[in-house]
Structure formats: structure tokens, C-alpha cells
């Protein structure tokens, strides 16, 4: 059995769009997620949009008292850059900085730390319009947008993620970065992602220069998809197509680790004629804004295959081969508990940085009983191993600070739209369409979890 550290962060996590609603509440600024929705410009899976998501901007005191229940030690949550700032620049909206005080000092009452993400993928309109992340300008946008946050959270928040899943630019580029593929012509698109990217990785270095001068003391970390890549052959074709996803995986927390750039990236950037404007000023930059702790999301592994015929399986908003050994959610996303042990010692092993595991879960149709319970035994399940292997990850010396679960409560899936992707340990009683009372239930697994919790890991069962 493992012993988890005497302080480890049990905690759950969220992002803004995906729960808070008030989408124009209080001086609130629209996001691309709003325009998404508003004017069509992005396409939307189903019927739910984040107008009122699950209505927590009016909810979070019920929501705080049930996450004070479970017995949450720590609550990572995004902040919507629109409502601090609606216009993304310039005039700060105080009812949006004052609800964000209000709710970090409510989850202290509770005993409940708070962990900030400041960029969930919900960038401001109004940047947008100017160019969004390719703007060469957008890393003092953020740094802007950074510092009004830090100085009004300092005291109250000590652990923060500058960008969400910051490989995520590849793979989705117009939520998290707010570029429409469709105006973009084929042979640049790439370019214009990893220069959006690089522009994201410099505002996230002067983030965390920006912090620990603003908070003495603050811990500032990346965030990662952990998209860990298995070959499916031991055959040499395969093991290479396979060292090259892994090593692109790696990438972006090797320059927040590092200061720079890995140079196979740069040869792969000069091989595929991919020209990032880099300017002279962000070597120094970067080197300046090394991160405290590296974390990373973990839904899956993926495997690789150069053969074209292999079958493939979608994942976490990409599509890889399907690992015969392995089961599969819902959405055919394969569940993979020993990949976390994996993942937490490749990645420790690599930075030599204290570890951070943001967001694991699984996403399942619940059933709601004609009592009013909901028995979740396979959420319980895919969390009781997930928790079982970073324990022998911890036990194999790999340095955690602490786990947070997707997600405490059910929200709005962020590739689907779906409530009926259900992620948390607490009910919401709404539908895809937005239909429903809202109002919360407890599930099996919130039980489950508060032992976890209350056992310090120990009780598993
Ligand atoms: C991560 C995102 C989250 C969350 C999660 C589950 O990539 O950071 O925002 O949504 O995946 O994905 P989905 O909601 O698409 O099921």
C-alpha cells in the first residue's frame, strides 16, 4: 500500500466555459467560446452551449459546500479571461475580479485550496478579432491579463497553470487558439499553429517570471496533455513513427522546463518548412520563465502504427490506432490505469520536477434511479486504478504534489457539448438540450472519493 505524501493535493477540476454560464452577466466580455456558439463561426456537436453551462456563476456557494463535503483539498478551476477583462486589454471588469476573490476566499473558509489555470481555451472576441494568438502582440495581452490576476488573487491563490493542455493548438485550433481552419489555406495551417504556439509558450514563460515577482513564493507550472504513444509492433518502422509522436508530445513542456526549444523540433520545423517568427527577445524570455512543476492531463494512451490499415480509435480530440489489449469508454476512448504509471515516471525521469496530475476521468452515461441515486461502480473503478498505479509510481520515487480528478461535477463536454458525457462525482439533472431543474445530486463515487480522500489514499475499496 502506498503512503501518499502527508500534504497531497486530492482534489477535482473544472474550467470557466464549461460550468460557470452567465455567459453576460455582471459586465462580462464575450469569448470565441460565446462567438462559437453566437454566430455560427464554429460548429457545435450538440444542443448545450455555455450560455448557462451548469449555472455555476449563480450556484458555486451550494457547489463549495458540497465540494467541502467530499473533503477536497484542493480545487483547480480557470478563470474567464472576458469577465476579468472584457474587452481582453485595457478596462478591468471589478465585478468579475471581485467574483473570483469571493469564490478563492470561500474555498479557503472551507479548506480547500485553490489552483488556477488562467487560459482554458476561452480567448476574448475582442482579441480574436485582432488576430487572436498569431498576433506577435498576443503574449503582452496575456502578460496583462496575467498581472491583474495574480496581484488581485495574490494571498490567496499559491498554485497556478499559465495554459491549459498547451499542445492543444495542433490538434484544435480554433478553441484554443481561435483559429478557423477554413481561412487559413491548407499548406500554412500548420505554420500559422505553431506560431500561434509560439506565441503562447513565450506568454507563458513571462507568466511565470510576471508571478513570482507578483506572489514571492507562488508555484507556476505547464499543463500537458499526456498523450503517452505505445508502438504496436516491435517493428522498426513502427517504434520510430512512434519516438517521433512522443518525442512531439514532449516538446512543449520541454521548452517550459527548459528555456528553449529541443533542436529535433527545430529540424523538424526547417524538414517540414515551417518558419516560426521568433523574436530576439525570446530565447531570454523563455529562459527566464522556467516553471516550477510540470502537470499534465490523462485520459488514455494512444498506439502507432505505419501500417494504413490498422484500426483506429478516437481519444482525446485525436484518432489513433486501437491498442487490442486495452478497454474503451463510451466514446471509444481506451482506458489505459498502468499508462499513468508510465507517463508519471517518463515525465519525472525526463524534468526532474515535482509532478502535478490536473485532470483524469472518464466520461459515462449515468442512470439516475427512481430514488434519486445514481450507482457510478465503473467510475469508481477506472478511478481506483488510475489512483492504485500513481501510487506505485510514487512508490517508485517519482515526486507528486497532488491529484485532481475530471471533474467534481458534470459539465459541458468541451469536444461534444454533451452533458450526457458525465464526468463528475456530483449529478447535474440537465440534458444535451439544456433542459432540466439543474439542481445537484450526489453520486456513489462522491462517497468513494471522501474516503480516498479521508484515508489520505490508503482506502481504495
Ligand atoms: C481535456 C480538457 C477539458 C475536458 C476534458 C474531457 O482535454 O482540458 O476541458 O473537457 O479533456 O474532454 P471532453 O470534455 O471532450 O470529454
Redesign the pocket.
Known amino acids: 500500500m502506498t503512503t501518499f505524501p502527508k500534504d497531497f493535493l486530492w482534489s477535482a477540476s473544472t ?1 470557466a466555459t ?1 460550468i460557470e454560464g452567465g455567459w453576460n452577466a455582471d459586465g462580462k466580455g464575450e469569448s470565441i467560446w460565446d462567438t462559437l456558439v453566437h454566430d455560427g463561426t464554429g460548429k457545435i456537436a450538440h444542443g448545450e452551449n455555455a450560455d448557462i453551462s451548469i449555472d455555476f456563476y449563480h450556484r458555486w456557494r451550494e457547489d463549495v459546500a458540497l465540494m467541502k463535503q467530499m473533503g477536497l483539498k484542493a480545487y483547480r478551476f480557470s478563470i474567464s479571461w472576458a469577465r476579468v477583462l472584457p474587452e481582453g486589454i485595457g478596462k478591468v471588469n471589478e465585478a468579475g475580479i471581485r467574483f473570483y476573490q469571493d469564490f478563492c476566499d470561500e474555498l479557503l473558509k472551507n479548506g480547500i485550496q485553490p489552483l488556477v489555470t488562467l487560459y ?2 476561452d480567448l476574448p472576441t475582442a482579441l480574436y478579432r485582432q488576430g487572436g494568438w498569431k498576433n506577435p502582440v498576443s503574449p503582452d495581452w496575456f502578460a496583462e491579463y496575467a498581472e491583474v490576476v495574480s496581484k488581485a488573487l495574490a494571498g490567496r491563490v499559491g498554485y497556478w497553470l499559465t495554459f ?2 498547451v499542445d ?1 493548438v495542433i490538434r484544435h485550433p480554433f478553441t484554443t487558439a481561435g483559429i478557423i481552419p477554413s481561412r487559413v489555406p491548407e499548406d500554412k495551417m500548420l505554420e500559422t499553429c505553431y506560431q500561434a504556439l509560439h506565441h503562447q509558450l513565450v506568454a507563458s514563460a513571462m507568466v511565470v517570471k510576471d508571478c513570482h515577482e507578483i506572489i514571492p513564493g507562488s508555484k507556476v507550472g505547464c499543463m500537458l ?1 499526456k498523450l503517452t504513444t505505445y508502438a504496436r509492433t516491435c517493428a522498426p518502422d513502427d517504434e520510430l513513427a512512434t519516438q517521433a509522436k512522443n518525442l512531439e508530445n514532449l516538446f512543449y513542456a520541454d521548452v517550459h522546463v527548459w528555456g528553449e526549444y529541443p533542436r529535433l523540433i527545430l529540424k523538424m520545423f526547417e524538414r517540414k518548412g515551417i518558419h516560426v517568427e521568433m523574436l530576439p527577445e525570446d530565447a531570454a524570455t523563455l529562459k527566464a520563465g522556467c516553471v516550477d512543476f510540470v502537470s499534465c ?1 490523462y ?1 488514455m494512451t494512444m498506439t502507432e502504427s505505419v501500417d494504413p490499415n490498422a484500426e483506429r480509435t478516437p481519444g ?2 485525436v484518432l489513433g490506432v486501437k491498442n487490442p489489449y486495452l478497454p474503451s469508454t463510451d ?1 471509444g476512448w481506451q482506458i489505459d490505469p498502468k499508462g499513468l504509471r508510465y507517463s508519471l515516471i517518463e515525465l519525472y525521469d525526463r524534468y526532474r520536477k515535482p509532478l502535478m496530475v490536473v ?1 483524469n ?1 472518464m ?1 459515462a452515461k449515468d442512470v439516475v434511479e427512481a430514488d434519486g441515486s445514481i450507482h457510478d461502480p465503473y467510475r469508481v473503478e477506472y478511478f481506483r486504478q488510475h489512483i492504485s498505479e500513481m501510487g506505485k509510481a510514487i512508490d517508485e520515487g517519482v515526486e507528486m504534489w497532488g491529484y485532481t480528478t ?1 471533474a467534481p461535477i458534470d459539465l ?5 457539448n454533451q452533458m450526457s ?1 458525465r ?1 463528475g462525482f456530483i449529478y447535474v439533472d440537465q440534458d444535451d438540450m439544456g433542459n432540466g431543474t439543474l439542481a445537484r445530486s450526489r453520486k456513489d463515487s462522491f462517497y468513494w472519493y471522501k474516503k480516498v480522500i479521508a484515508s489520505n489514499g490508503e482506502d481504495l475499496d
Open positions: 474550467a464549461q482554458h481555451w491549459n493542455e492543444s496533455t492531463s485520459y482525446n480530440t466514446w485532470e476521468g466520461g475530471w459541458i463536454s468541451a469536444s461534444t458525457k464526468y
